[in-house]
């Protein structure tokens, strides 16, 4: 993914448009650390004047996306960038943030990829715009290819759909940058030519107040009175005396009587 975000940063700074990048690595479970390797390979665009590049961990977050990417996007956008790129940490079952986030979502596959059954599993087929199909100078490429679109041609999708697109790219040898340029352009006009583009807008930004509302109200109910309840029923709960909801249920009573008397 870095390479392509590489090339495609390049083709975009020659038609003098500035890029905003965030780029995010997955976070270890034992140190708390990440390697921040997507910086690394980019380089190469990484002092231009008219390029930002922010890189970030997910901190534990399971969608693939830090849980402060929205808040650096908005301060790109506020900053008049043209094109804010995001660069997840890959894609899987619980690793789909980002179609709640960007304006049009491409998966990067690799001939090695698998089957296009594995892609359906993994949620592929709901959150693509479009296919780049990367690494397409090695074997197998016109194969996988052939057997997305086989799959692709099964999905429903009526006139508001739009039909995702498979860009095959070599991306190390600057081959296929100027499709996918192309098919971003073409999904924005899609987009735009309806009220998708707004009502992606609209649903994007629901999701992310209520996920603020739940943060906060999470952190408000986990003061240290409530965990100390949690803490005392422990022991009643692995012993079967009392069940998990009835312990919910008088955190939850706990914190509507604090509520009501402030």
């Given at each position: 993914?870095s390479?392509?975000?590489n090339e495609?940063?390049?083709l975009l700074?020659n038609?003098n ?9 997955p976070?270890?479970?034992?140190t708390?650390?990440?390697v921040?390797g ?7 665009i ?7 590049i922010?890189s970030m961990?997910t901190?534990g977050s399971?969608g693939?996306l830090?849980k402060?990417a929205n808040d ?6 506020s900053a008049?960038?043209d ?6 940490v ?6 789909l943030?980002?179609?709640k986030t960007?304006?049009t ?5 690799v ?14 087929m ?8 990367n ?9 996988a290819?052939?057997s997305l679109?086989?799959?692709l041609?099964l999905k429903a999708h ?9 860009i095959?790219?070599?991306?190390s040898?600057s081959?296929g940058?100027?499709?996918?340029l192309?098919?971003?352009d ?8 309806s009220e ?6 609209n649903?994007n ?5 209520k996920?603020i ?11 240290s009175?409530?965990?100390e ?14 069940s998990?909801y009835?312990?919910?249920?008088k955190i ?6 604090e509520?009501l008397?402030?």
């Amino acid at each position: 993914e870095s390479t392509i975000t590489n090339e495609l940063t390049k083709l975009l700074l020659n038609q003098n448009k500035s890029v905003g990048i965030i780029a995010v690595d997955p976070t270890s479970p034992f140190t708390g650390g990440a390697v921040l390797g997507d910086r690394i390979r980019m380089n190469e665009i990484g002092l231009n004047d008219n390029v930002f590049i922010r890189s970030m961990a997910t901190r534990g977050s399971l969608g693939g996306l830090s849980k402060k990417a929205n808040d650096a996007a908005d301060i790109l956008d506020s900053a008049g960038y043209d094109f804010i790129i995001f660069e997840t940490v890959g894609v899987g079952q619980s690793e789909l943030d980002i179609a709640k986030t960007a304006d049009t979502t491409m998966v990067v596959l690799v001939p090695e990829s698998g089957d296009s059954v594995q892609a359906m599993k993994a949620g592929l087929m709901e959150i693509a715009d479009f296919f780049i199909m990367n690494k397409g100078d090695r074997p197998g490429a016109d194969s996988a290819i052939l057997s997305l679109q086989t799959t692709l041609a099964l999905k429903a999708h009526d006139e508001n759909t739009f039909l995702p697109n498979i860009i095959k790219s070599t991306a190390s040898k600057s081959e296929g940058i100027d499709d996918i340029l192309n098919e971003i352009d073409k999904h924005r006009n899609f987009l735009l030519s309806s009220e998708l583009f707004i009502k992606r807008r609209n649903k994007n930004n629901q999701i992310r107040v209520k996920e603020i509302v739940e943060s906060f109200v999470t952190n408000d109910i986990w003061n240290s009175a409530r965990t100390e309840i949690l803490q005392n029923e422990l022991e009643l709960i692995t012993n079967s005396e009392i069940s998990p909801y009835e312990s919910a249920e008088k955190i939850i009573e706990h914190y509507k009587k604090e509520i009501l008397t402030n």
